[in-house]
């Protein structure tokens, strides 16, 4: 099927985001014809849009980037993140199933976990979500796999990449002076979404179906992150050395519960020798690009 060929045409649901704007700007370099749809120009909880993007498109791949992400609030805005997160997938698996049958990828996250296990969590352990936004997102994979749809869900975890996120928050916290407290009970792996981007088109290309995690190597706390970030930063002149200080969760209670050990296992990539680069590797290239971007 024409999912299977690298050189198909994607569709790129939630094409404003991290991952959508990474897979549309490396697209070329990898023999893809992307076409972007952004939230604003298709809500993929509408099943006439939906059906008339795939009928205007005729993709052999659908990435679906498209979520509700701010965690917090999902806890006030329940309906919200159903809608985007749950009944969305939902939405495009049936289309998918029935309109040239193209190859669902479904992108989902380590929140369907609740990290009480201190070790790699592989693809099959049992979800348990702490949150209302890892419950969504749960029901979203459970919808895919209920389609009949061809799909991969690939979850991922601590995005960074264009566009707001956590390295240009503590830069921009760190530019302004400011002494920082971030937790360091908390675990997991940084991810870049230009590597993973170009993982989920290495897992593609190479016949991967079902769920697979997919992140950068290496594990840290966002305390170590952090550290990493301003160290990094400093050295490029992106921002000021300051204080960092790790405090446990319970000194910066949030609405939503976090997963406290949330690292993705990565076995099942491996071993089809899909491998995104270590998170300190990843931090480094992603911050030369942001010197870039400034004219350094």
Not at 183 to 187: C, G, I, K
Not at 267 to 273: L, Y
């Given at each position: 099927m024409s999912g299977s060929d690298p050189g198909a045409r994607w569709l790129v649901t939630g094409a404003g985001g991290q991952l959508g704007r990474s897979l549309l700007a490396i697209a070329g370099d990898e023999g893809i014809e992307a076409v972007g749809r952004t939230r604003r120009e298709l809500d993929v909880s509408d099943a006439a849009a939906v059906r008339a993007a795939l009928d205007r498109v005729q993709p052999g791949v659908v990435l679906n980037a498209a979520a509700y992400t701010k965690v917090d609030l999902c806890e006030q805005e329940t309906e919200a993140a159903q809608l985007a997160n749950a009944h969305g997938p939902a939405v495009l698996a049936e289309a998918c199933?029935?309109?040239?049958?193209?190859?669902?990828v479904h992108v989902s996250t380590e929140y369907v976990f609740s990290g009480e296990t201190w070790r790699p969590i592989p693809e099959d352990a049992e979800a348990a979500p702490l949150s209302a936004y890892g419950r969504s997102k749960l029901a979203g994979e459970e919808a895919v796999r209920k389609s009949g749809a061809e799909h991969l869900i690939a979850r991922t975890q601590w995005l960074f990449g264009p566009g707001p996120n956590f390295v240009r928050t503590i830069l921009g916290a760190a530019g302004r002076g400011q002494a920082l407290r971030v937790?360091?009970?908390?675990?997991g792996r940084p991810t870049c979404s230009p590597a993973l981007a170009r993982g989920i088109v290495a897992a593609v290309r190479g016949g991967l179906r079902g769920t697979l995690h997919l992140a950068c190597e290496g594990v840290c706390s966002w305390y170590d992150f952090a550290r990493e970030i301003i160290r990094e930063g400093a050295a490029r002149g992106l921002t000021q050395t300051v204080e960092i200080a790790p405090i446990s969760t319970e000194e910066m209670p949030r609405p939503a519960a976090r997963p406290a050990y949330a690292v993705l296992g990565l076995?099942?990539?491996?071993?089809?020798?899909v491998r995104l680069p270590h998170w300190r590797d990843a931090l480094a290239a992603y911050l030369d690009e942001e010197l870039r971007a400034k004219g350094g």
């Open positions: 199933r029935g309109r040239g049958r193209p190859l669902l937790v360091e009970d908390q675990v076995e099942r990539a491996r071993a089809a020798g």
